[in-house]
């Protein structure tokens, strides 16, 4: 059985700064097992992030190491045991994760599977007695982020998003001149991120697999993006669905447009796509605009503000997410991307849905209130 097709299965059968809340983050200090190394990571899924940018990242941080691998039975991890040197008796597959439990080399598992898995892993990671961090979007609603924050909290374990550009320079510097105001109010955010997808095998077009389009998957690097520039939560939104081929993409969206009123008659129009293909963020402000394009990527980020550009260097987002992660564990030091912010975009993701389908404003009143400050 392939690795799409169990996981297919098993979404249809069952098979199981500082931040800003009203939500009390749990604080759980504990020593490192194995002190010269930090935490022991165990990935759950290797598909194209894990191996590609996690696994690799892993090489290169200090407070955490990739200590062992969740794959589907018949992947043969072979390849990634002798790489990486993983030990075989930290080897799991989907049925047995349960029993990571009982690896004391095993301190964190990074859920890493399509959107509609996140969930039941996160839930099955805490409940076996470990801390966890989970792939944006955190679910496919916001009813199962409350779940996942709540057994997170019940099972006494830390709960992440992994949030990489939080803790990446060029967007640490949109929050600092927006949040600031170095060069004035920001009035305006101008938010995009699309690319083309065409490929009917591609679990991102399966609704039950992704729980949406485009919006799902890089929508909502724009949506974050407004918040922490702005320091400010919205307060109502209005979308509209503008996807030009209907006839190839029909339980998803292609293309959706979105705008976001934070009061004070600052706003934040967003947009992605599977359609096209755009990567930034932009502030207005008082005295110039200021902006990072591409914004969300890897690497390669450029940004420029009116005194100039940006230029920070090489930098890798996944190393320092994976550290800061550990750093929170060990030492107590804050988590800046909570399950309840999460659990925050969903919310706002849930409606945004709801609005494009219904046509309407709809009210973000009740929103988690989690916030990045810096």
């Given at each position: 059985?392939?690795?799409?097709?169990?996981?297919?299965?098993?979404?249809?059968?069952?098979?199981?700064?500082?931040?800003?809340?009203?939500?009390?983050?749990?604080?759980?200090?504990?020593?490192?097992?194995?002190?010269?190394?930090?935490?022991?990571?165990a990935?759950?899924?290797?598909?194209?992030?894990?191996?590609?940018?996690?696994?690799?990242?892993?090489?290169?941080?200090?407070?955490?190491?990739?200590?062992?691998?969740?794959?589907?039975?018949?992947?043969?991890?072979?390849?990634?045991?002798?790489?990486?040197?993983?030990?075989?008796?930290?080897?799991?597959?989907?049925?047995?994760?349960?029993?990571?439990?009982n690896?004391?080399?095993?301190?964190?598992?990074?859920?890493?599977?399509?959107?509609?898995?996140?969930?039941?892993?996160?839930?099955?990671?805490?409940?076996?007695?470990?801390?966890?961090?989970?792939?944006?979007?955190?679910?496919?609603?916001?009813?199962?982020?409350?779940?996942?924050?709540?057994?997170?909290?019940?099972?006494?374990?830390?709960l992440?998003?992994?949030?990489?550009?939080?803790?990446?320079?060029?967007?640490l510097?949109?929050?600092?001149?927006?949040?600031?105001?170095?060069?004035?109010?920001?009035?305006?955010?101008?938010?995009?991120?699309?690319?083309?997808?065409?490929?009917?095998?591609?679990?991102?077009?399966?609704?039950?697999?992704?729980?949406?389009?485009?919006?799902?998957?890089v929508?909502?690097?724009?949506?974050?993006?407004?918040?922490?520039?702005?320091?400010?939560?919205?307060?109502?939104?209005?979308?509209?669905?503008?996807?030009?081929?209907?006839?190839?993409?029909?339980?998803?969206?292609?293309?959706?447009?979105?705008?976001?009123d934070?009061?004070s008659?600052?706003?934040?129009?967003?947009?992605?796509?599977?359609?096209?293909?755009?990567?930034?963020?932009?502030?207005?402000?008082?005295?110039?605009?200021?902006?990072?394009?591409?914004?969300?990527?890897?690497?390669?980020?450029?940004?420029?503000?009116?005194?100039?550009?940006?230029?920070?260097?090489?930098?890798?987002?996944?190393?320092?997410?994976?550290?800061?992660?550990?750093?929170?564990?060990?030492?107590?030091?804050e988590?800046?991307?909570?399950?309840?912010?999460?659990?925050?975009?969903?919310?706002?993701?849930?409606?945004?849905?709801e609005?494009?389908?219904?046509?309407?404003e709809?009210?973000?009143?009740?929103?988690?209130?989690?916030?990045?400050?810096?």
């Amino acid at each position: 059985m392939k690795r799409r097709t169990f996981l297919s299965k098993a979404i249809k059968t069952g098979i199981a700064g500082s931040v800003i809340s009203q939500f009390p983050v749990f604080n759980i200090i504990s020593k490192p097992l194995k002190s010269e190394k930090g935490l022991g990571i165990a990935l759950v899924g290797l598909g194209n992030y894990a191996t590609h940018q996690l696994a690799p990242a892993l090489q290169q941080t200090v407070n955490c190491y990739l200590a062992g691998i969740v794959t589907g039975k018949y992947d043969k991890p072979d390849e990634w045991v002798e790489k990486y040197q993983i030990d075989d008796k930290n080897v799991y597959d989907y049925t047995n994760i349960d029993n990571v439990g009982n690896n004391k080399d095993i301190d964190v598992v990074y859920i890493v599977l399509p959107n509609a898995l996140h969930a039941e892993y996160t839930i099955r990671g805490a409940q076996a007695g470990k801390h966890v961090i989970c792939e944006k979007p955190m679910a496919t609603s916001a009813e199962d982020c409350k779940k996942m924050v709540d057994s997170c909290k019940k099972a006494g374990k830390e709960l992440a998003i992994g949030y990489r550009l939080h803790y990446d320079p060029y967007n640490l510097e949109m929050m600092r001149l927006g949040q600031n105001k170095v060069y004035g109010k920001v009035s305006q955010i101008n938010a995009g991120f699309a690319f083309h997808l065409r490929n009917k095998e591609a679990w991102r077009l399966d609704k039950k697999m992704a729980g949406g389009g485009p919006l799902m998957d890089v929508g909502i690097y724009a949506l974050q993006g407004s918040i922490y520039t702005l320091g400010m939560l919205p307060k109502k939104l209005k979308a509209t669905n503008t996807t030009v081929d209907k006839d190839f993409y029909t339980d998803i969206e292609g293309t959706l447009e979105w705008e976001m009123d934070f009061g004070s008659g600052i706003k934040s129009n967003c947009y992605t796509s599977y359609e096209d293909g755009y990567n930034y963020l932009k502030a207005h402000a008082e005295e110039g605009e200021f902006e990072i394009s591409p914004a969300y990527s890897y690497d390669g980020l450029a940004g420029k503000t009116p005194k100039g550009p940006m230029n920070f260097g090489p930098f890798n987002q996944q190393a320092a997410q994976m550290d800061a992660f550990a750093k929170h564990v060990l030492e107590g030091k804050e988590n800046l991307v909570p399950g309840e912010m999460g659990w925050r975009d969903m919310f706002i993701i849930d409606r945004i849905y709801e609005s494009a389908e219904t046509g309407r404003e709809i009210s973000l009143k009740g929103i988690p209130h989690v916030l990045q400050k810096v």
